[in-house]
């Protein structure tokens, strides 16, 4: 049982970054559970798993610091559940080394949409009102689709969407997109459960390292610049992504 416990202070790490900045830890879970030897879909169930006890344990910490706007989080929830079913399924039906290559593509991609976050903006908006979202909640069905296949996805394309397009301030769309992301990860979760696709052994080490990462995210996330760290979050999503790829077709 002891053979995984370097998961868990990598998971604490990782789950830390991801409540500071707003991005996912899938992204860097679903690599790690390969490098040690989980098959790509085991991996993607085992980093949902993970994913669902540490946004939880952030949606917890950002409800003590304040910033949830919880119409926006609803909503996000409502568009996001249904196609996260659907692309759940659709993880089993791929070959692993497809699952692999489309994931670091995926990922990839990802980077470039952070990377795009990064540039200077205005968002001053306090609060965003829901006949706002409505039209545009295509976007989180989109989202969901993609974290339902690859476990990353939802968090990064909502967070620019709030961000960005809605002009939501950073902090409280961070502390929106966690909390949407909590009740999500359930629907995904129960799937690769049904399916067989966790592996426990390592799971308990990593939720428990997401339980104590999403206390220390929100608390740093008030009293930090979180650019720096995003730039690196950027830096490193780009990197996993390439490496995916490449190794996915040797």
Known sequence: M??????????????TFAMITGGEGAILFVPFFILIGLDPGSAVGTAFITQLFGKSSGTI????????????????????VPTIVIGSYITSALKSWLLQFVFGMATIALSLIMLYSLKKRESTRE???SHEIFPKLWIPSVAGLLTGIFAVGAGTIN?????RMMGLRMHKAVATVVAAMAFTAIAGALV??????VFWH????????????GQIG?????RMESRRIKELFVFLTYVVGSVMCMTALL
Do not use: C
């Not at 690769?192 to 696709?197: F, R």
């Not at 799971?203 to 990462?213: D, E, P, R, S």
């Open 2 to 15: 002891l053979e995984y416990w370097y998961a868990f202070p990598f998971a604490t790490l990782v789950s």
């Open 61 to 80: 910490g950002y409800i003590r610091t304040g910033g949830i706007q919880k119409n926006i989080a609803a909503l996000l929830v409502f568009a996001g």
């Open 127 to 129: 609060d965003v009102q």
């Open 159 to 163: 967070l620019v969407f709030l961000e």
């Open 192 to 197: 690769h459960i049904y399916s067989g696709e």
């Open 202 to 213: 390592i799971a308990i080490f990593t939720i428990a390292g997401v339980l104590v990462g």
């Open 218 to 222: 929100p608390r740093l996330a008030k």
